[in-house]
């Protein structure tokens, strides 16, 4: 579950360090099935203990991945 305060700064922009990703942000998966492979953040999906996105791959799957890891900037 995500806050309402956090899910709209996920949309509008405003980054933290505890959250550094927005919508539309091209990351870089570091570990699992395809990793070394680029994505598109779509969705915050959860806060605690650690936030996970929603991403898509350029294919048009998409997958649920802690931000440990996914690689930005």
């Given amino acids: 579950m995500v806050s309402d305060a956090t899910q709209q700064a ?3 922009g405003p980054r933290s360090d505890r959250f550094p990703l927005v919508v539309n942000d091209v990351v870089t ?3 699992g099935r395809k990793a070394g492979t680029r994505a598109c953040v779509i969705q915050i999906e959860t806060e ?3 936030p996970k996105y929603l991403i898509e791959y350029g294919d048009g799957s ?4 802690p931000l440990s890891q996914l690689q930005w900037k």
């Fill in 10 to 12: 996920f949309y509008e």
């Fill in 29 to 31: 998966v570091k570990k």
């Fill in 48 to 50: 605690d203990p650690e």
């Fill in 62 to 65: 998409d997958e649920i991945v």
